[in-house]
């Protein structure tokens, strides 16, 4: 009898992340990890006594409601007016395990085999295994060096007759780039034409450095086909908390809490009246969010420039992107993986997050979202390259 194949075919390509990989190697070798996208530090004091309070002394330790606690639900539409001027009906907040989940919920519910998915390469790992899972094809668009932004001739032919849902992560990981109003409309009106929803990635809104954030649905016509992701995570550095949320119009957003209430149903109860008073804080807590990445990035970028790389200096997120190919790198994906035990310093190649293998060959991803007295070791062990 031969030996059963147990995961499904269009499954098999995702056994195992790039992160989990050099995550591991890191620790293996005691490197400087500037892989893996977390910070080394935790969020605001309110936001982690108000947590430790809602488990010890306010008893919000069961299941909350299947769209999430109705202040945090209020919160993220009371912080979008805030922010970003995009009137939202609370009733029409998901709350979701992460935004990962939010995103997976809103491909599985959109998309049938057959179904085309328009995503921007390089792209987060988990983008093309949602679309696997819902059994649809992703059509991609490059992004190239040194601004990363689409082509319009590309984006246009990424579209088709079968395109459902087109997924937009701005500000982008990896690469650090944000999308400006002329390249959202462009996206946003081929959506029109093709009669597509808009899925928007958007935890790193609150990390941009010089360049505006725009939520697609902030823009004429969009709101009524757009689907706006964020979470804490990032924006708290609180990662693992995983507490995200969705909003869009009602069908929409009933259609995503459709999965999502068979693949977790509810979680983080005591985090989400946390989240909920952090979103509330005053505007100097979110404008330091930004204010404090902004010196990190400064610090490793001219660290990598003076490595002998040739850095691509972000405008969001709190990755950069360096080229090793001044240094006569060829393989990045070979030399990340050699790295941290040369140098010990760890990093992502930007190739496995393309379909294209010519795309970004010698390209590395650091995190800079660290404390300076790491970043300042990592960039001395860097000097060795």
């Not at 269009?10 to 977390?38: D, K």
């Not at 952090?278 to 505007?283: G, I, K, S, T, Y």
């Not at 795309?359 to 979202?369: E, G, Q």
Request: net charge negative.
């Amino acid at each position: 009898m031969g030996r059963r194949e147990f995961l499904t075919e269009r499954l098999r390509p995702f056994t195992s992340t790039i992160f989990a990989e050099i995550t591991q190697l890191a620790v293996r070798t005691g490197a400087i990890n500037l892989g893996q996208g977390f910070p080394d530090t935790d969020g605001p004091a309110s936001l982690l006594a108000d947590a430790a309070a809602a488990i010890t002394e306010g008893g919000v330790n069961q299941y909350p409601p299947a769209p999430g606690l109705p202040a945090l639900r209020e919160a993220v539409a009371a912080h979008q007016e805030r922010f970003h001027s995009l009137s939202v009906d609370p009733d029409q907040v998901l709350v979701t395990t992460g935004a990962t989940e939010a995103i997976a919920s809103a491909v599985i519910a959109l998309c049938e085999p057959g179904d085309e998915v328009v995503i921007f390469e390089p792209y987060y790992d988990s983008y093309p295994a949602v679309i696997a899972m819902a059994g649809a094809t992703r059509r991609t668009v490059p992004l190239r060096a040194p601004d990363f932004q689409p082509d319009p001739v590309e984006l246009r032919a990424a579209f088709g007759p079968r395109t459902r849902a087109v997924l937009v992560n701005t500000p982008h990981n990896p690469t650090g780039t944000v999308f400006g109003r002329d390249t959202l409309r462009a996206i946003g009106d081929l959506a029109l034409e093709h009669d597509a929803v808009v899925v928007t990635d958007e935890v790193y809104e609150h990390m941009t450095f010089g360049a505006e954030h725009v939520p697609m649905a902030a823009l004429p016509g969009m709101a009524e086909r757009t689907l706006t992701v964020s979470g804490a995570g990032k924006t708290f550095s609180v990662t693992g908390w995983k507490i995200g949320w969705v909003h869009g119009p009602a069908e929409l957003v009933a259609a995503v809490r459709t999965v999502k209430q068979f693949l977790t149903f509810a979680g983080g109860a005591p985090f989400q009246p946390a989240v909920a008073n952090a979103l509330a804080l005053p505007d100097d807590v979110f404008a330091a969010i930004s204010g404090d990445l902004r010196p990190k990035r400064d610090l490793l970028v001219d660290g990598l420039r003076e490595a002998g790389t040739r850095v691509f200096e972000p405008s969001g997120t709190y990755f950069v992107v360096a080229d090793l190919a001044p240094l006569g790198v060829t393989d990045a994906a070979a030399f990340a993986r050699d790295m941290p035990g040369r140098l010990g310093v760890a990093a992502v190649p930007v190739s496995v997050f393309c379909d294209d293998p010519h795309l970004a060959p010698t390209l590395l991803r650091f995190a800079f979202c660290k404390r300076d007295d790491v970043l300042d070791e990592a960039v001395q062990r860097l000097r060795r390259l």
